[in-house]
């Protein structure tokens, strides 16, 4: 099987002493987090070694507050609230419904934020000057929900009904994955989850109606529930794509997107550390990931039963046997 390179820890204590020049001698600062993930979560290690290799290490002087919602995204305010009354430094905050709890708790401690598109969300001005308290990483959902479908059809050739999970949330996306889908001459519905005990309901629907394959849309709520996603398509024998490159390693058929490690390592990661150090929120522009994977699990298809076209297989970046 083909393996995604590990990130080792290596280097970090060697390497803090002189990333730690500019902050504040016998200070302990503070990172609150309010995630769809726990801390444990392997793309946070790279986040981690980052703020290691710059100077700030977990139980010398650096404290983490944790808050994973996972699927109770009922409860995100509640914990920005007492995120805020903790007086931590940085808010770090996953998904709109979370970063705009966070926002409503407070004006003044800075937030770094990661959803599909922060400018149409609202929850900033725009990508280089996002103003307030707030920036952080927009994923570019939007645009790569069409790509997407785009593979998704060339590794099923014949497709002709397609479902679609998404947000209760998303807006604009949609009207767009509907128009790119006629063009291609494929029924497509969309079923908007607001809840995860939606989920499995809205996937039987899916396949009830004929639906040959499905596209998960980006979304804390479905990110948080991909395993009863893969769990159910898998029972169904419902071919899947998915956002991120890690989601087809864990089961998932197909994923394209950017890579988990690499957006928290190499964007959300130096945005906690120049905030830390007293940047602000206002200037440090919003980031965008560049770089993006096509990952496919053979193991996953055999068991779907599914033979993916040569031609299609030779454009993944990654192929899982």
Excluded: C
Excluded at 103 to 119: E, H, K, L, Y
Excluded at 151 to 165: C, D, H, K, N, S
Aim: zero cysteines.
């Amino acid at each position: 099987m083909l393996r995604r390179k590990f990130i080792t820890l290596l280097g970090g204590v060697a390497a803090w002493p002189f990333a730690a020049i500019s902050q504040e001698a016998g200070r302990t600062y503070r990172i609150g987090g309010l995630s769809v993930s726990p801390r444990d979560a392997s793309f946070f290690v790279p986040m981690v070694e980052y703020l290691r290799e710059h100077g700030f290490i977990e139980g010398q002087n650096l404290t983490v507050d944790w808050h994973d919602y996972g699927t109770r995204i009922d409860l995100i305010p509640k914990f920005a609230e007492e995120l805020v009354e903790a007086h931590v430094d940085v808010i770090y905050a996953a998904g709109a419904v979370a970063i705009r709890a966070a926002q409503q708790a407070t004006t003044t401690i800075p937030i770094v934020g990661i959803t599909d598109d922060m400018v149409a969300s609202g929850l900033v001005s725009s990508l280089a000057r996002p103003g307030g308290n707030t920036t952080g990483v927009s994923v570019l959902a939007p645009e790569l929900n069409g790509k997407r479908q785009e593979i998704l059809v060339e590794a099923l050739p014949g497709l002709r009904r397609m479902g679609a999970l998404a947000d209760a949330n998303a807006a604009s996306q949609l009207q767009e994955l509907q128009d790119a889908a006629r063009e291609r001459d494929i029924a497509l519905s969309i079923y908007r989850i607001a809840q995860p005990e939606e989920i499995s309901a809205a996937i039987d629907t899916a396949k009830a109606s004929s639906a040959e394959a499905l596209i998960v849309l980006s979304s804390p709520v479905l990110n948080g529930a991909r395993r009863i996603i893969m769990e159910r398509v898998a029972a169904l024998g419902l071919p899947t794509i998915y956002q991120f490159p890690e989601e087809a390693e864990e089961g998932g058929l197909i994923a394209y997107g950017p890579r988990l490690v690499h957006i928290y390592r190499e964007l959300i990661a130096p945005q906690l550390v120049k905030l830390l150090r007293g940047s602000k929120p206002a200037d440090l522009p919003v980031e965008q990931p560049t770089k993006f994977e096509l990952v496919v699990n053979l193991k996953t298809a055999k068991q779907l039963g599914l033979t993916l076209p040569e031609a299609f297989l030779a454009r993944a970046d990654e192929i899982i046997e």
